[in-house]
């Protein structure tokens, strides 16, 4: 359900909206008063305007469709191999929904303040100060962040989902922006003490306080996700592989037959492997627990609808396991424990299961029956071979069993194992390392996957800074002129503003390196239980990587500010 992973992006852009319609008619101000000389009334103001944003809505949202639908062409190649059936042909419904996303999200940000516009009196054309919108009215908000939480329930499609997503993107928007504007406010009481191009940058940013928190959240949204994803991709898999032991099992053997396990032990061990563990296993489906019926109708779960659906491989043992642990009961060579069966812990819970139920078993056309008599706790990452449900010894004894088995294969005996299997052909041999860096391949190309769908919104925070330095551009452009008057180079001020945006896209990258490491670190000890290490390099990249695009993209934001004529500027205003 991918799109459920799009609701930072539509912050992104409500917050793009918000910036361009809420700050931005500010300019339209002028207009209206002008409009308003020459005899315009209220309704007249607000068609004119709403038929504007209307067609410019309409045209961003085709543009957008057209995006989207060229955009997962892309996704499709990243996947590659991994989605080998041919895309359908698109329905218009992504279209119309694309339309009514953009429509929505527009007039949501937007008729608030449009309503605002038209009350502008004619008198502002002599008095400036008259007829201002409203900077932090309900209703210029409201109806933005309602019509946000309409998406939100409309593309998750389910309630709890949609509070969940709403909670998640202000925590991070909220957590992002008080990080941002606690180290502004630091930055603050060290600007004096700068050099002067520094200092005007440094007061650029913290002059516009508010503007740069929401910059830094916004970017940082996106930067966030994906520094996690990376962090996910290399450094957890990296932690989970240094967990395992070296002499972890890189080979399964499965189908051995009762007659060729004595031989086979003996011919691994004449190549010096060590003794492996041979394990009995038999087929049998699960029909009743406690004397009742196991049907898939019985659970809502769906994983317990497919376990009970399938066939279990059902062993036994005398003694237990090293990876196993005894939770509940006991086993039967302890303490003279009853002879029975003992179940995974995991299992018993997904199935409902209990000390002292009796389980039955179709095996080979024939019923089999035992108690629980203790649950064990399975450590399955270990690589061996482990069961489901173990029975006591002689409890499985004539039903039809194969055997199974894995062991470790150090680097170099390779050979000589391929020689000793050609021997016993029926044997199924599984290369462990092989699927693991199969596996490895498929989580780089899925991770890839959701990397270039958060590419959109690291996207959007790109166009929320260039929105907001759109809506000061007037501003900037005043300053800038009084700067040059004053005697202030084009270089000064050129620096400047590059100190400025790289201290925005500095920070951006620093809060979002760590909550990328928070966040991580908290998936890999309490979600995946894996050791996890702050990884400074990442945190360093994140920060520069920040600085940089940033820079780059205020600059290309605010070249108009340098290129204008101070003079014109000044004449303009008298």
């Not at 409309?154 to 957590?175: E, F, K, N, R």
């Not at 394990?279 to 489906?285: K, T």
Request: neutral net charge.
């Amino acid at each position: 359900n991918t799109g459920t992973f799009d609701d930072p992006a539509i912050a992104g852009i409500d917050d793009l909206l918000q910036i361009l319609i809420c700050e931005n008619p500010g300019r339209r101000l002028d207009d209206c008063a002008i409009m308003r000389c020459f005899g315009a009334t209220q309704r007249e103001i607000l068609t004119v305007y709403f038929l504007e944003l209307l067609i410019l809505a309409a045209l961003a949202s085709l543009a957008g469709c057209l995006a989207g639908y060229l955009a997962q062409l892309g996704l499709v190649g990243l996947l590659g191999t991994l989605v080998a059936l041919e895309l359908p042909a698109p329905s218009w419904w992504p279209v119309a929904a694309g339309m009514l996303t953009g429509l929505v999200t527009a007039l949501g940000f937007a008729l608030p303040a449009l309503l605002h516009i038209r009350n502008v009196p004619a008198l502002r054309v002599l008095r400036r100060d008259l007829g201002g919108l409203p900077g932090h009215s309900l209703s210029l908000y409201g109806a933005g962040v309602a019509a946000f939480g309409l998406l939100v329930v409309w593309q998750t499609g389910d309630g709890a989902m949609s509070a969940y997503a709403l909670a998640g993107v202000a925590g991070v928007l909220l957590g992002l922006g008080g990080a941002a504007a606690v180290l502004i406010r630091l930055l603050r009481l060290w600007q004096h003490k700068l050099p002067r191009a520094w200092r005007l940058g440094v007061m650029n940013l913290t002059h516009r306080a508010a503007g740069s928190s929401l910059q830094v959240a916004a970017f940082g949204v996106g930067m966030t996700v994906l520094l996690l994803l990376s962090m996910v991709r290399v450094d957890l898999l990296a932690s989970w592989e240094n967990t395992l032991p070296p002499d972890t099992p890189n080979r399964f053997l499965i189908n051995i037959q009762a007659a060729q396990t004595a031989d086979l032990e003996r011919r691994l061990r004449a190549i010096g492997l060590e003794q492996p563990g041979i394990f009995p296993m038999v087929r049998g489906r699960l029909t009743a627990i406690g004397g009742e019926a196991v049907t898939p109708g019985r659970y809502e779960d769906e994983r317990a609808q497919r376990l009970v659906a399938r066939e279990f491989n059902l062993s036994w043992a005398a003694g237990l396991q090293a990876d196993n642990e005894i939770t509940a009961g006991a086993w039967w060579d302890a303490g003279g424990g009853t002879k029975g069966l003992s179940v995974e812990e995991g299992l018993a819970r997904t199935l409902g299961i209990g000390l002292g139920d009796r389980l039955d078993f179709e095996v080979a056309g024939s019923i089999f029956s035992g108690r629980v008599t203790s649950l064990r706790k399975v450590a399955w990452d270990s690589f061996r071979v482990n069961f489901f449900v173990i029975a006591a010894p002689g409890m499985l004894e004539g039903y039809p069993a194969s055997y199974i088995s894995s062991l470790y294969i150090p680097p170099g005996r390779g050979d000589d194992f391929d020689a000793v299997m050609r021997d016993f052909p029926n044997v199924t041999v599984i290369d462990v390392a092989a699927i693991m860096e199969y596996v490895r391949q498929v989580m780089e190309r899925i991770v890839l996957a959701v990397d270039y769908v958060f590419v959109f919104t690291l996207l959007s925070g790109l166009l929320v800074l260039y929105a907001t330095i759109q809506a000061t551009l007037d501003a900037r452009i005043r300053e800038n002129a009084v700067m040059r008057t004053l005697g202030a180079g084009r270089g000064l001020l050129l620096r400047a503003l590059a100190i400025e945006f790289a201290g925005i896209g500095l920070l951006a990258g620093l809060v979002a390196s760590g909550a990328a490491t928070l966040l991580g670190k908290v998936l890999g000890e309490r979600v995946f239980q894996l050791p996890y290490g702050v990884d400074p390099a990442m945190i360093l990249v994140g920060t520069l990587a920040g600085g940089v695009g940033v820079c780059i993209a205020g600059y290309l934001g605010t070249r108009r500010v340098l290129e204008r004529p101070p003079l014109q500027t000044l004449m303009e205003r008298a």
